[in-house]
């Protein structure tokens, strides 16, 4: 892998990772088309550089996080459903992550979805700075639903938060915030398999390094503008670029290009 290669991936992933458009999809698609989608590399670089766009939640809500004990248990209430289910599951989530199609009608299917979240929930909204247990947990219950590779744990959160009549900047909030301890364990678990298999060389770490900086700052300026932008003009083009990116992929699959899923 090159920097050249480092520097799109990491930019995809710092794009796509808090946004609900599946970052799975994304890798899927770029790296292929650079050429590198079969390299055992590019599964370590994708998985590790995803600690950069955490740390860049950590950076943007920093002062969230120095809140009261009861502002983590919380997160920990709504992280439980997700954490149990997928550890229960994780032999045929593996499968489901190696169908590339079922990623591509995830995206689409999610879309739709998303053409129509905003009508179907109108009415006063609040907004929410923490939610209560209960809540917490319901969201949590929502997040599974992006145990299915395709369907993106930001869209699936943000939907969870709306339901329980938050408005869309509360809803992104506490999505973003979820995110953290969600992204923390899934990165730690594919490294711990990765590692086991083989360790990362001295260019290997640079290139590492590289791309986690790419991603922080890069998903700085994503979570900042996604906000501003939903809250003024919702979820429908997230809706319309997932269908968009589900196609292509549903395209190259029937011309027979053999897409690696990440």
């Known amino acids: 892998m090159s920097y050249w290669h480092a520097l799109l991936l990491a930019i995809v992933e710092g794009l796509t990772e808090f946004l609900p458009v599946s970052s799975t999809g994304h890798m899927i698609i770029v790296a292929n088309l650079l050429g590198i989608g079969q390299l055992p590399f590019t599964d370590t670089y994708i998985t590790s550089i995803q600690f950069g766009a955490i740390l860049a939640v950590v950076a943007l809500y920093w002062r969230r996080f120095l809140q009261s004990v009861d502002f983590y248990l919380k997160l920990i209430v709504a992280f439980l459903p997700f954490g149990l289910l997928g550890f229960l599951l994780k032999d045929t989530i593996e499968r489901l992550l ?12 999610g879309g739709v979805a998303l053409l129509f979240i905003d009508r179907l929930f109108t009415g006063e909204r609040k ?69 086991k298999v083989s360790a990362p060389g001295a260019e290997d770490i640079k290139l590492l390094l590289f791309g986690n900086v790419v991603a922080f700052v890069v998903a700085l300026l994503a979570v900042k503008s996604f906000v501003d932008f939903v809250s003024r003009f919702g979820f429908r083009a997230f809706g319309f670029y997932r269908i968009v990116v589900g196609v292509i992929i549903l395209v190259m699959v029937a011309l027979g290009i053999n897409l690696h899923i990440l």
Not at 98 to 109: F, H, I, P, T
Request: charged share 10%; aromatic share 12%.
């Open 127 to 195: 907004q929410v700075t923490t939610p209560n247990f209960a809540q917490a947990l319901r969201i949590g219950l929502f997040q599974c639903l992006a145990l299915i590779p395709g369907v993106s744990r930001s869209a699936a959160t943000i939907v969870g938060g709306l339901a329980q009549g938050y408005d869309r900047r509360s809803a992104a909030d506490f999505s973003f915030l979820l995110a953290v301890p969600t992204m923390f364990v899934i990165t730690a678990y594919q490294l711990y398999k990765t590692y």
């Open 98 to 109: 190696k169908d590339v199609s079922v990623v591509a009608w995830a995206l689409v299917l």
